[in-house]
């Protein structure tokens, strides 16, 4: 068969058990495909920590970056010593205190300057699959795969927008082909660094919380795949976040554009950019659960199977604010919404969702809560004369809101459907904010109060997906 890259995430190479779980997955795939690439998270946890290591030097907090600095030597030592061959050992514990000492000098330089850059940051948070990848490639070593460990700063080139790094995809592409390819036709399984990628001068940069998963897709791309694999701790794509709707069920079959939107809407089991690279070379990708790996899983494929109309899942985006730009006198001024959209990019926040009343008295949008303050400065500025004019009433900010967003195929086509969604939180007295039907047809978003958000969930997933008859 051809070329696989599978991704597994932090929780399957977070334990011994997990570990064990994933080799026995990698043994089963590398005897069936010409070509396989592992792309490894860190532990989970791990990313969480080095973050605050960081955060605890910039505050001057030297006693609590030390502590997590040795917890995380402490549990990397651990995992090796249960789960590496002996004679490997020595060696990889070295690489390890080799990297958390530089963590510790990093830490300490912070320390005293009193403040990280997001370069710094990245360096940092990259820590994480740094390490499990090499400790993963030597676990399979162990079990006698020819195995090697490769750093994603050697392949994934990226911009230099640190913390959230786009890939510079035909410099990728080069790279993997003069790296990666050989290795894995020389029958070696590379174990490759998830999350992280590089500048062109050399810099350490990441794709974003949780962008292993994209990762695995880039290297998809550019070693052009037959399938990508992402294992994870649930059987699949599910009706809606198993942690709030514990009767969610598996998904079978979605398309790109559903899951896409699912992502983006709040579904953290994949990374919302992950079906960019794939989606244009049509490669499939699969959600399977490594601690339950005959389970078949998530298949996401081009195009959508099921009943148009239908709605398949719901998820929850927490932590927003809803602003709002309001005013009697809006009528009558051109470009209202080109100048409030331009003033709100300009303070690099993204809009979730937007919503206008048709009578045009107001614009609603959805961003980030921690966005918020900035953009309201950004806007009474902008919009400096049409307040004093009195054209504009009032820029404000309602926080503590929630995005819940019902995604299906064919909705804007069906009528009944947003009604029947409507109809589940209004029986719930759910109030909503505001309401948003989806650019890609396939979703429909309410804002409604954070307190409300469980609720709405439940709701609309008992109502709508459960009981769609
Ligand atoms: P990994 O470390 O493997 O990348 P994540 O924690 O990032 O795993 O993503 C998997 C988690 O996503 C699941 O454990 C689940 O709690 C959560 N999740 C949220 N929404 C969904 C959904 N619709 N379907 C499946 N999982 C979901
Ligand atoms: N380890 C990174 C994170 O926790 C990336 C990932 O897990 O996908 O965000
Ligand atoms: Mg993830």
Redesign the pocket.
């Known amino acids: 068969m051809g070329t696989l890259v599978m991704k597994f995430?932090?929780t399957s190479v977070g334990s011994v058990e997990a570990i064990h779980q994933m080799a026995n997955i990698v043994m089963e795939q590398a005897g069936r495909w010409n070509r396989l690439a592992v792309v490894v998270?860190?532990m989970?946890g791990?990313?969480?920590a080095l973050i605050r290591s960081s955060r605890a030097a910039v505050n001057g907090d030297d006693e609590t970056y030390r502590a997590v600095i040795a917890d995380l030597r402490a549990h990397h030592y651990q995992v090796v010593e249960a789960t590496v061959p002996e004679r490997e050992r020595a060696e990889l514990l070295a690489t390890i205190d080799r990297l958390l000492d530089g963590l510790a000098a990093f830490c300490h330089s912070i320390h005293i300057l009193g403040e990280a850059t997001p370069r710094a940051m990245d360096a940092i948070?990259s820590l994480?699959?740094r390490l499990s990848a090499r400790i993963i490639a030597a676990v399979l070593r162990g079990r006698g795969l020819k195995s090697e460990a490769v750093d994603t700063t050697e392949l994934i080139v990226t911009d230099e927008n640190y913390q959230n790094a786009a890939p510079l995809m035909d410099k990728t592409r080069a790279r993997v082909q003069t790296r990666l390819i050989p290795l894995m036709d020389a029958g070696v399984v590379p174990i490759v660094t998830?999350?992280i990628g590089a500048t062109e001068k050399g810099a350490i940069t990441?794709?974003?919380?949780?962008?292993?998963?994209?990762?695995a897709a880039i290297l998809a791309d550019c070693t052009d795949a037959d399938e990508v694999w992402i294992w994870t701790d649930v059987d699949g794509v599910m009706t809606a976040d198993p942690r709030i709707v514990p009767e969610a069920r598996v998904i079978s079959t979605l398309s790109y554009t559903e899951v896409s939107e699912l992502a983006y809407f709040g579904a953290k089991v994949l990374?919302p950019k992950t079906v960019l690279p794939v989606v244009q070379r049509d490669i499939p990708l699969w959600v399977k659960n490594t601690f339950n790996p005959t389970h078949p899983g998530t298949r996401i494929v081009r195009t959508s199977v099921g009943t148009a109309g239908r709605i398949k899942a719901v998820t929850a985006i927490q932590g927003m604010s809803i602003v709002t730009v309001e005013g009697r006198g809006m009528i009558g001024v051109p470009g209202i919404a080109a100048r409030t959209f331009s003033a709100v990019a300009q303070q690099g926040v993204n809009v979730l969702m937007i919503s206008q009343a048709s009578s045009e008295q107001s614009i609603c949008f959805v961003i980030p809560a921690d966005g918020a303050p900035a953009v309201i400065r950004a806007l009474e500025e902008e919009m400096a004369r049409e307040l004093v004019r009195g054209d504009i009433d009032r820029i404000w900010s309602r926080d503590d809101v929630v995005i819940i967003t019902a995604v299906g195929t064919g909705l804007r086509d069906t009528p009944g459907v947003a009604a029947r969604v409507f109809g589940a939180l209004g029986q719930a007295g759910i109030n909503i904010i505001a309401i948003a039907q989806g650019s890609s047809e396939c979703s429909i978003s309410m804002v409604v109060d954070a307190k409300d958000a469980v609720n709405a969930v439940r709701e609309i997933h008992k109502e709508v997906i459960l009981n769609a008859g």
């Open positions: 995430g932090g998270s860190a989970s791990v990313t969480d948070a994480g699959e998830g999350f990441t794709l974003g919380r949780g962008g292993s998963d994209y990762s990374h």
